[in-house]
């Protein structure tokens, strides 16, 4: 990762000090702490106190910690226990004096709470973290878009295969193992094969024994993790010709995922994104292929906030990295889906997918 | 997986009755809900009730709680939601007018259970599925021991090129595709591959792009995950001719290795398989370069009861699944550790593990 851009660590706890009204922020949500901190362990808390960090966690971490931050060039405090009641211990030590405390109620178990809530104030104080990791920085694009080019040479290698009678695990086994090749830390979600009739028609089907045959619909959303960042893109195929009904499909979530593209912008409603592929799908009378909303964000964990939902309330944000990918299933047909993961620009978004989507069709080899 | 012994689902709802006190216990830890139903989505609860259960779970999962509770044999009510507020409102009409609920306070949200708290009676009632879960039946160890098959052949056929001038991530990633086109759902964790007088000293080193050389010390600890079942293994290896201290060291971990196992037997205190390996040690003046527990319990999830360490409280039990795994470690040594996995039996262990730990020894063909 030495040549991509570095993460603006810098500023962030301000932020979100400005965000809560408390004495201190206790951050105990993972992701949070990473993207406070740029520490990756599987154990850990920051409190953020009104002059300085502190960072917690188990003895097994004390180097990676010291050296992450050192990295990420965030000053804290680390502290580090190799029991329980040790860590305990420090994490009262650090909060003990304070006024009112507050704490990621979302994340935190009820049992580590009441724990707390036995020695000092602690009240809920949600979402302060992830108001502010929303929008990404040049850094985080930058992993982002690795992220993306990672998956789009995996699935360049791969599509072509598709009708040379391979199993829907064969592809996403190929799929996966690419992208580490690439240098992916690993696929950024279970790789999704689904193909035919059935299966195709499943937006989240997980990929079977099912060989694929001429005449498959074939829906893939692939993403690779870079540094902790995550990509995510489908596109869809038909093995051997499309007959006139595949052809009718595929051109109609061409044409919303078109318009939903062309509908993100900065200030936005997210909403509105999904309004406009659904708009499009109800005029063709296929809103009932229609299964899922129309994307979310994307970043540290890959569905975070905004979501293109029929129920959002926000506005899409200059930096927001956000999916569009509307798609239609039925079964006995299959399905199709396209997505692509754009950033979001003062004026309209930068797309970092590059796979082409003009046409589903690809040749039909089978070895059977 | 149709063709391994089922999984023993009935009796396991009056198992955990029996257990707790309470009206009824609201089971929200994903994996004791699957251990109980058979259901596998992301999102879920299982209100054990006196005379029945009730899984509820979110529209996305209709279908799988279905087929996957038929699956299993399980008589259990299905209650989805499209809204969070429905889902909500479900919880709470199943539970509404019994007398105090007990619930898993170490794994549901303090935001999940203030919301609850409002609405119903409910106290903290940990480690009752846990407790019952801990023991596995014939068709669970099926599931290990099919794991920890594959994880044998992915080794034989890699094991074999740590000479030829590979990275550590060169290593991992053909481990992880072999054993997905062996059949595993995937490896278990992170597989592990360290190597040299640094890396290798590391128990649980992330590998990088560090190139295998002559007179590495290499530890490789893989496992694979079948049907939601997790193996876990570790064989350590020399490239080229071991040096007479890497000799000394290796056969003082597979001494202590052989006599950790020797110690498996039902009713064994399980810090007693921790304490014959670290005596080995002591005796041989090496105790500081041992920098781990002994071993743990492995199911659905990779590390659960019982632990090999100086602090448990617990004995072994028939139907305990294990790891025995002894390793030695320093900076500029490098290191060794050589794991298996063993069901515990009456008399002693069955050993779920194939791959030999004879000698350390590999032959040495850098490329460069």
Not at 125 to 137: F, I, L, Q, T, W
Not at 278 to 283: H, M, P
Request: glycine letters at 10%; charged letters at 25%; one cysteine or more.
């Amino acid at each position: 990762m030495n040549d991509l851009a570095p993460i603006g660590y810098a500023g962030r706890a301000d932020r979100v000090r400005q965000r809560f009204d408390e004495a201190a922020l206790l951050v105990t949500n993972l992701t949070n702490v990473r993207w406070l901190t740029g520490f990756t362990g599987s154990n850990g808390w920051v409190a953020v106190l009104p002059d300085r960090l502190v960072l917690g966690t188990d003895g097994r971490y004390r180097d990676r910690a010291e050296t992450e931050l050192a990295d990420a060039g965030v000053d804290a405090e680390i502290l580090t226990g190799f029991t329980r009641p040790e860590q305990h211990d420090q994490l009262i030590g650090t909060l003990r004096g304070l006024a009112t405390v507050g704490a990621e109620a979302a994340s935190i178990t009820h049992a580590a709470w009441t724990s707390l809530a036995a020695e000092i104030d602690i009240v809920a104080s949600d979402g302060h973290v992830e108001a502010e990791r929303r929008v990404k920085d040049d850094g985080e694009v930058a992993r982002i878009a690795e992220a993306a080019r990672i998956a789009d040479a995996a699935l360049a290698a791969v599509a072509p295969t598709l009708g040379d009678g391979l199993t829907e695990v064969d592809v996403r086994d190929e799929l996966d193992h690419r992208m580490r090749r690439l240098g992916a830390a690993g696929p950024s979600y279970d790789t999704i094969v689904a193909t035919g009739p059935q299966n195709a028609a499943r937006p989240h089907h997980e990929p079977g024994t099912r060989r694929i045959v001429e005449g498959d619909t074939v829906v893939i959303d692939v993403g690779a993790l870079v540094d902790g960042y995550h990509s995510d893109m489908t596109r869809s195929y038909v093995v051997g010709d499309a007959s006139a009904e595949q052809g009718e499909v595929y051109a109609l979530v061409l044409e919303a995922q078109l318009a939903g593209l062309d509908a993100v912008s900065a200030g936005v409603a997210a909403r509105e994104v999904d309004a406009v592929c659904r708009d499009i799908f109800e005029a063709a009378g296929r809103l009932d292929w229609y299964l899922h909303g129309t994307g979310h964000g994307v970043g540290l964990v890959i569905h975070e906030d905004p979501f293109h939902s029929r129920t959002s309330t926000q506005e899409l944000l200059v930096g927001d990295v956000v999916t569009v990918e509307p798609g239609l299933y039925r079964s006995g047909f299959g399905g199709f889906r396209v997505e692509d993961l754009v950033v979001v620009t003062e004026s309209g978004c930068r797309i970092l997918t590059e796979t082409s989507k003009d046409t589903p069709c690809l040749p039909s080899r089978p070895t059977t």
